[in-house]
């Protein structure tokens, strides 16, 4: 007996969201969600949770994007205004497992309609199957939850680190240290002050568009997480549509496009990434952690956003950057502080694995249990 369906006009309504520019935004902590995922706050919702959001142009063309919280859906996205006593998280699904391929309103760039939504047909479950189906998914999703959040707390301790130790100087010792004054001001005797591009280089290996001899990892900005060092969004290509650059694992990916988005994140691969990053690699494997922790901060950030040119897309520059300075601790609490940083980003690399892992086989689960539910 073949699955009962309906149109998806008939399980939900959906809205266009609203514009909010940076400009307009104001501290808070309601999620603004866009095309792509969440990528902001502000101090206003616009939308109920939980709530699902489709991303409506561009790259991010048919995300889907599940909050449980109130928040607000970004003009770039299509959301939910209404279940129609349907389970939120069952329909979050559901619009995962839909290919909107063929549903593309635009031309020069990808666009959804909700008109063109609303005839698709769809499985029809009664609301206990739809909740079975959810929370057999759910569980994966929260095991991923769970990683994230300890993703995030890997990066804040490694961050706290480099504060507690490079910006307040409260190392191991510090308090039977001197100091004495250097072009940073006072500084701990023995602690040289060197230009970010003394410990660092940029890396500028390009690969041609066009086809490929075999598939390679592929990081575009959209991937590039905000104020996070764990990359973890990537997608295989077999062709370029134009010029790009090759990275390394361990290399810096820095987003040098409006670099006041703080788009700054260790590779934990090797692969091509847009020609719009800029790629820093340590000269020693022991800068490494120092030069990551330097660049991470939001005061090189600052840096890279006042000395960047252009107005509607500012762009910064090597050339500028690589004059920052940083300071060099003696090679003993060098190597401490790498210890602990490192570890940090290995165990935030495998947990990232783990959620690449859970993903895969959730979205394998996907389809086969809206096919036998």
Known sequence: MSQEKITLGELIRLQRGFD????????????????????????????????????????????????????????????????????????????ESMDFTSLNSGSAQQSLNRNFLYPVPVPKFNLPTQRKIAGILSAYDDLIENNLRRIKILGEMAQSLYREWFVHFRFPGHESARFVDSALGRTPEGWAVKKLGELADQMRRGVPKGKLDQPFRYVGLEHIPRQSLALDAWEETTELGSNKLTFERGDVLFGKIRPYFHKVSVAPFDGICSADTIVIRSQKPEHRALVTSCVFTEAFVAHATATSNGSKM????????????????????????????????????????????????????????????
């Open 20 to 95: 909010l520019t940076e400009v307009q935004r104001r501290p808070g902590k309601v999620p603004i969600v866009g095309s792509a995922g969440i990528h902001g706050f502000h101090d206003t919702a616009k939308a109920s949770g939980p709530g699902v959001t489709l991303g409506r142009s561009g790259a991010s063309f048919g995300k889907v994007t599940f909050v449980r919280e109130d928040f607000w859906p970004h003009n770039t996205t299509l959301f939910v205004t209404d279940f129609k006593g349907n389970d939120p998280a069952f329909v979050r699904y559901l619009l």
């Open 314 to 373: 500012p762009r910064t520059d090597w050339k500028v950057l690589k004059d920052y300075p940083l300071l060099l601790p003696p090679k003993t609490l060098l190597n401490r502080f790498s210890a602990v940083f490192e570890d940090s980003i290995s165990q935030q690399q495998n947990l990232i694995s783990r959620n690449q892992t859970l993903r895969q086989t959730r979205d394998l689960l996907l389809p086969k249990l809206l096919q036998k539910s």
